[in-house]
């Protein structure tokens, strides 16, 4: 089944992993701007990574049929560094016409402090300014429920932001429900340490509904499977749920979502 993974950060993967994300049906991946795991020294590396996203990752993905998108942003963690973060988000406009570009991202919070919520406001001025879409990290376990709460109190506090042009990930069973209603996309990440199975995904999309909810495997450097999705798929099957449900989950969801942005091109 044709499928979109709209969180994956292919920096870190190998081409050997685009090969057999085409060989599963991947057609299409969206990739956040995300930490590297060290913090980097200047708003010089992040330009550097900017091009990576734009120049030379869709490069890479075309080679086996897949359409490379991405998201640009400091992320939270880095965000703690206040005056780097000011400098990249005022070269982030050089890269917001780049063909590949779906808007500012993933923002959001790490450790819930006052400097991470304070490039969080910065980056969604960011957003409204140049009319992008955005795309939102929460943080991990026990950190999730204070700082998703937080996020969203900011979000609905911006009345000039389209709540449907946002897209809030790796929610859980405890954090979805204030994102669905109150108007946003949701995104299920399936990861093998922390966040969520695909068991605990189907769960949920039986529990909420498929409507403005998707999946992904934010497979990254560290322990994670970037074919997380057909996992899902396969597991959905399993319970017997139509065609029809599985491709709007994997496909049809996350092609509307990201149809709001002009890049977005495929299907
Ligand atoms: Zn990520």
Same mark, same amino acid.
């Given at each position: 089944?044709?499928y979109?993974d709209?969180?994956?950060?292919? /920096?870190?993967?190998? @081409?050997?992993?685009?090969? @057999? ?8 991946i ?5 930490w590297?795991?060290?913090?980097? *020294?200047s /708003? ?5 990574y ?8 869709? %490069?890479r ?19 703690? =560094?206040?005056t780097l ?6 070269m #982030? ?16 919070? =790490? %450790? =819930? @402090?006052?400097?991470?919520?304070t ?8 957003? /409204?300014?140049?009319n992008q ?6 943080p ?35 954090? #979805? ?19 969520c199975? &695909? ?6 999309i ?9 999946? =992904?495997?934010? *497979?990254d450097?560290? &322990?994670?499977?970037p @074919?997380?999705? &057909? ?8 319970? *017997?749920?139509?065609k ?18 002009? &890049?977005? /091109?495929?299907?």
């Amino acid at each position: 089944m044709d499928y979109i993974d709209p969180h994956l950060h292919m /920096v870190s993967r190998t @081409t050997d992993d685009y090969e @057999t994300l085409a060989r599963m049906g991947c057609v299409a991946i969206s990739e956040p701007a995300f930490w590297a795991g060290f913090d980097r *020294g200047s /708003v010089e590396s992040f330009r550097d990574y900017f091009r990576q996203l734009t120049e030379f990752e869709p %490069k890479r993905a075309a080679q086996y049929g897949i359409a490379h998108y991405t998201w640009l942003c400091i992320n939270a963690k880095e965000a703690e =560094n206040i005056t780097l973060s000011r400098e990249v988000i005022a070269m #982030i406009p050089e890269f917001l016409g780049a063909k590949n570009v779906l808007g500012i991202g993933e923002i959001g919070l =790490n %450790k =819930n @402090t006052r400097n991470e919520a304070t490039i969080f406001l910065e980056h969604l001025d960011l957003a /409204v300014q140049y009319n992008q879409q955005i795309l939102i990290h929460t943080p991990h376990l026990e950190d999730k429920y204070q700082g998703t709460r937080m996020i969203l109190d900011m979000l609905i506090g911006d009345s000039r932001l389209d709540r449907s042009r946002v897209l809030v990930d790796h929610v859980e069973e405890h954090t #979805i429900e204030h994102v669905l209603e109150n108007g946003f996309w949701a995104g299920m990440t399936l990861y093998p340490v922390s966040k969520c199975t &695909p068991q605990r995904a189907a769960d949920m999309i039986e529990r909420f509904g498929p409507e403005r909810l998707m999946a =992904n495997s934010a *497979g990254d450097w560290g &322990p994670s499977k970037p @074919t997380a999705i &057909p996992d899902l798929i396969m597991e959905l099957k399993k319970r *017997g749920h139509s065609k029809e449900l599985i491709r709007k989950i994997v496909f049809e969801n996350p092609k509307q979502f990201f149809s709001q942005s002009k &890049p977005f /091109v495929h299907g």
